[in-house]
């Protein structure tokens, strides 16, 4: 099926975890595909983000493919959670062992990808000035890959260095004796701030709203947890790609109320003991019910009482939010950090930041000379990353007139948009995505694309595009499920609410990865229900 060089059956986006195995799966069906990176190197978050610190929070055992068990069995992890270093090596052995890195054009971004209805096909404009065409065209551009910057006066005349965590460089920076400044403390924030403060001279950081963050306890494997979970790959697949979260933890069946606060109060401590995300997980009604919520908050604070040994310190450490409406965080000596001499905390949602100056941190109280910032100040999540680039369906429209801007965002199960046809996005908005573990979602969305262009090649037919009906009706099930929720009740990077001017929405399925698989394999297996799938004018051969 391959044809001229600069066309192709279809073209990915991205070499993160998601364009990676796009290409094995669409190669291994014999379709040429191409896939751009803007990076040197494979990756994706994990090529970028190389930030202090930087580690996932999905344990290592389940944070990888499943889609070759000779592959789960070749890697073998070192510790239970896996650091940025570790995971982009193993990303590197993928596209060695599988040889995808002749298909993979580095250094290159895709600026524009348009649909031409004549010649049904994309239109794929590059940063080179290239152009080339593809019958699909694919996104594996990751939730967190648009850096947001906020907009502070004066960032200009900073005589020192600033960074974000979200573009780290490659080279060590080294902050030894420095006085460092970061902003943010989200995951990213929460994981650099100890290792800075270890290596500052001083580090002071700007805080807008606390977090609830649980100890990671992360510890080296013992090489016989890492034998056994090898033997039971097929057992662990299944109950991965069957879970709620893409994890093999089980499910609670319990309420926080309906046990005494003994039993809740061991649970909880049991978990934080445990280390890890267990206490998000504790109880059904944690993200549901506020009295619920409150008893995981009121631990957490309790925790950070018992941690932080200078009470007024401890107090502006305290969160107020709903638990876990904002991604639960998990540390590594994170607020234990906050007792340290060289660390300093400043409120900036009481005293906010009025400008970066020649010297530092400018804020309605005081200003702070600093030799270096670093930004921890997140992401324009979900729509972020695909609308920086233009693309645009039938008619000439593009995806961001489609949404709104935003405000209307609406997908055919995050994978499809009515007006785009031959269009596919790899965890995109209204998908499990970023509140799942994310490689057992996108080999989900991978295996469904492959599938479905194979069925089209099968079939003889050349286009599919989503319903306009039954998108609004996945939409609006997207949106009563996470209603019926207290993440909507929160300001986070999940409703768009860090991104000024950017429209409050929930842009991310909250049924579970198990029932979304099984969803999506039934529309599958119904002939693609509200899609239409046209045939070939060509006679099938
Ligand atoms: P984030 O969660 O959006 O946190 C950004 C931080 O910057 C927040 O504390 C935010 O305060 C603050 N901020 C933003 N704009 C600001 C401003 N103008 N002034 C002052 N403070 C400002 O970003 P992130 O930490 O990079 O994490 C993003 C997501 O990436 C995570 O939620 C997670 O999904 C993923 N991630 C995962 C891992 C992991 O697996 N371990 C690690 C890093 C990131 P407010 O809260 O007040 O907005």
């Not at 062992?97 to 590059?126: C, G, M, S, V």
């Amino acid at each position: 099926m391959t044809n001229k060089l600069n066309n192709f059956d279809a073209v990915v986006v991205g070499a993160g975890f998601s364009g990676l195995y796009m290409l094995y799966r669409l190669r291994e069906a014999g379709f040429s595909t191409r896939v751009f990176e803007a990076g040197e190197g494979v990756g994706g978050t994990w090529y970028w983000n190389r930030y202090p610190g930087a580690r996932c929070d999905s344990e290592s055992i389940y944070y990888n493919y499943t889609f070759s068990e000779e592959l789960y069995k070749e890697w073998t992890w070192s510790s239970r959670y896996p650091e940025q270093p570790e995971i982009l090596k193993y990303l590197n052995f993928v596209a060695d062992k599988f040889k995808l890195r002749p298909d993979i054009q580095f250094k290159t971004r895709i600026t524009e990808a348009h649909y031409d209805e004549d010649q049904n096909n994309w239109r794929i404009q590059l940063d080179d000035r290239a152009t080339v065409t593809a019958k699909y065209f694919i996104t594996g551009v990751g939730c967190l890959s648009a850096a947001n910057l906020p907009n502070f006066k004066g960032l200009e005349n900073f005589k020192g260095k600033w960074y974000h965590t979200g573009h780290w460089p490659h080279e060590k920076v080294d902050f030894t004796g420095k006085r460092v400044g970061i902003i943010g403390t989200g995951s990213s924030g929460v994981q650099a701030i100890p290792v800075i403060a270890d290596e500052a001279g001083e580090l002071t950081v700007f805080q807008r709203t606390p977090q609830y963050s649980a100890p990671a306890r992360n510890h080296p494997y013992d090489p016989e947890y890492i034998r056994q979970s090898k033997e039971n790959f097929k057992e662990i697949k299944k109950q991965m790609r069957e879970s709620q979260g893409g994890q093999p933890v089980p499910t609670p069946t319990k309420s926080a109320l309906e046990v005494s606060k003994e039993e809740r109060e061991q649970v909880y401590n049991d978990a934080w003991e445990n280390g890890g995300l267990g206490i998000f997980s504790s109880y059904y009604d944690i993200t549901i019910d506020e009295a619920a919520n409150e008893t995981a908050a009121e631990f957490i604070r309790s925790k950070i009482c018992e941690i932080v040994k200078n009470p007024e310190m401890a107090q502006k450490l305290l969160p107020s939010y709903y638990y876990g409406t904002k991604r639960p965080i998990i540390d590594t000596n994170y607020y234990e950090t906050f007792n340290r001499d060289n660390v300093s905390l400043v409120d900036v949602k009481s005293s906010p930041i009025v400008e970066i100056t020649q010297k530092g941190i400018k804020t309605t109280e005081a200003e702070y000379e600093l030799d270096a910032i670093v930004f921890a100040t997140g992401f324009d999540g979900m729509t972020g990353p695909l609308l920086k680039m233009d693309i645009r369906g039938k008619d000439g429209v593009s995806l961001k007139e489609k949404w709104m801007g935003g405000s209307q965002t609406r997908t055919y199960l995050g994978v499809a948009n009515s007006g785009f046809p031959n269009f596919f996005m790899i965890t995109g908005p209204e998908s499990p995505s970023v509140l799942s573990n994310m490689p057992v979602s996108i080999e989900q969305h991978v295996e469904w694309i492959g599938d479905c262009i194979e069925y089209l090649r099968e079939n003889g037919m050349e286009t599919i595009e989503a319903n306009v009906d039954a998108e609004e009706a996945w939409s609006q099930h997207c949106r009563e499920v996470a209603e019926a929720t207290l993440f909507t009740k929160t300001d986070s990077w999940y409703m768009g609410a860090n991104i000024p001017g950017k429209p409050r929405r929930f842009l991310i399925y909250l049924g579970g990865v198990g029932a979304y698989r099984q969803k999506c394999d039934e529309i599958a297996a119904n002939g693609y229900e509200g899609f239409t799938l046209k045939f070939s004018k060509k006679p099938v051969s």
